[in-house]
């Protein structure tokens, strides 16, 4: 499989407290893609990084890409109980515009009030 | 309207019986994707469409078939259900740019009993 794999599975964390998740994939990669989804909905894009950045923010959300050792990591700081989530790395294989795009398994966070 | 919109939503059958799940997207992108996700195992992709005339297996095709209708419209065809394709299927689209960024629909439920 070209699935990435995510660490840990499940986390759960006070409100205020910083989430961090992490991402390791197999072969090299285009880009990085991180989504997020709310229990039973569909899957929602949060950012993406690209292969030559190592670091990436919007908002509270914070992005590294390491690709020597192919892997990746988000954290969510001062979360907030609206956070309570499964987040997926996602990652394109193959030429960028043709590749197609491969799921991990996905982190579940909850943040307790 | 979502511009993404799976019918039905949630959907109970029997082995054997033939089902089919609808995908329409009004974002005009020309990439249509098929995941399936189950418990544990993140989202695994079925089928994928560039255009109307391109179509392609995914990682888990075996068991399904797929039918691009028109730039808006994807298929999903499960000939003869059975049990283990109870799951969650999504339909996603992505535009032919570079970013890669999927929008999904908010997912149909099928239960095979």
């Known amino acids: 499989s070209q699935q990435g794999e995510e660490d840990p599975q499940a986390l759960s964390i006070q409100e205020g407290e910083n989430a961090t998740m992490n991402c390791s994939y197999k072969?090299?990669?285009?880009?990085l893609q991180w989504y997020r989804q709310n229990s039973g909905r569909g899957l929602v894009h949060l950012i993406l990084i690209r292969s030559n950045e190592r670091e990436k923010h919007s908002g509270r959300l914070r992005v590294t890409l390491d690709t020597s050792k192919k892997s990746s990591s988000l954290l969510i700081t001062a979360s907030r109980a609206a956070d309570t989530a499964s987040y997926f790395c996602a990652t394109i294989y193959g030429s960028g515009n043709t590749g197609k795009l491969i799921f991990g398994q996905g982190t579940t966070l909850q943040v307790k009030p | 309207d979502a511009d993404v919109t799976q019918t039905p939503r949630n959907r109970i059958t029997k082995t054997g019986k033939r089902i089919m799940l609808e995908c329409s997207q009004t974002k005009g992108h020309d990439r249509m994707y098929w995941y399936r996700q189950d418990p544990g195992l993140g989202l695994r992709l079925i089928y994928y469409?560039?255009?109307?005339?391109?179509?392609n297996k995914g990682e888990i095709s075996d068991g399904y078939s797929v039918s691009r209708q028109a730039q808006a419209k994807f298929s999903l065809s499960l000939e003869s259900a059975i049990p283990n394709q109870t799951a969650l299927y999504f339909c996603?689209?992505?535009?032919?740019?570079?970013?890669?960024?999927?929008?999904f629909g908010e997912g149909s439920r099928l239960t095979v009993l």
């Open positions: 996603a689209t992505r535009d032919r740019g570079y970013t890669g960024e999927l929008f």
């Open positions: 072969t090299s990669i285009n880009n």
């Open positions: 469409s560039f255009d109307v005339k391109d179509i």
